[in-house]
């Protein structure tokens, strides 16, 4: 079964610190995709990054990188020099080849909160 | 370049009422999907759909829900006799084209609308 787990309902940070969210998955597919999505207050799903499952590098998107382990099923956004605007809920996600490629499973998601 | 459009924004519906949630997808898109998100949880796939077709209603509650993707026009999402339960807020996404990961291939990004959300009173 595919699965998502986001530990974390809450995150604080102070502004212009950097921020680990943790997502950890579970899929027997040996081919995947891992995202991650901001969803502000006004509700829209942001893309911000991806992840191959056989990409050998750590996705990067500006401030955004992924810390993709393998080996140990985990996919960490982290947010370098946080901003105010940063405070939002963000969703991890996966496809795969058992989902079709085209079902895409959540997390619970992870409120990150920036403090001045 | 329009990104994926869904209306209404905001739909309040009494109990016993039909709910039509529409969605346009990004120009040059032929692949739609419909996702739910309940409050503070997040979003559950509905179903997924090529024009005229759908592939995947998995997701999909067996009664009162149903999709289309006409070959002209947006896809809609239909609820017949809302109850309370159906108070989300309900996401439509596009993509160009299934890609199926090989060895190093992406899968293809889809992109989502900006949801509707549906208040059953």
């Known amino acids: 079964a595919q699965k998502i787990t986001q530990t974390q309902p809450g995150m604080f940070v102070q502004e212009k610190e950097a921020v680990t969210l943790d997502c950890t998955y579970d899929t027997s597919d040996q081919s995947y995709g891992l995202f991650w999505y901001k969803q502000p207050s006004s509700g829209e799903m942001i893309f911000l990054i991806y992840?191959?499952?056989?990409?050998?590098q750590n996705a990067t998107e500006g401030r955004y990188s992924l810390n993709f382990q393998k080996a140990r099923k985990s996919a960490n956004l982290v947010i370098s020099a946080s901003q105010l605007g940063d405070s939002a809920m963000y969703f991890c996600a996966m496809r795969g080849r058992n989902t079709g490629g085209f079902k895409t499973i959540f997390g619970a998601g992870t409120r990150l909160f920036v403090k001045a | 370049n329009a990104g994926v459009m869904q209306n209404p924004r905001h739909l309040v519906r009494r109990r016993g009422q039909e709910a039509r949630l529409r969605c346009s997808p990004m120009?040059?898109?032929?692949?739609v999907y419909w996702y739910r998100q309940l409050p503070e949880e997040g979003l559950k796939f509905m179903v997924y759909?090529?024009?005229?077709?759908?592939?995947?209603e998995s997701g999909m509650p067996k009664e009162r829900f149903s999709a289309e993707f006409p070959k002209e026009g947006p896809s809609i999402l239909r609820i017949q006799q809302v109850v309370r339960g159906d108070s989300a807020a309900y996401f439509c996404a596009s993509s160009s084209k299934l890609i199926i990961q090989g060895t190093g291939a992406s899968l293809t990004e889809a992109f989502f609308g900006q949801g509707t959300r549906l208040t059953v009173v």
């Open positions: 759909l090529q024009k005229e077709n759908i592939i995947d």
């Open positions: 120009k040059g898109h032929s692949h």
């Open positions: 992840q191959g499952s056989y990409d050998e």
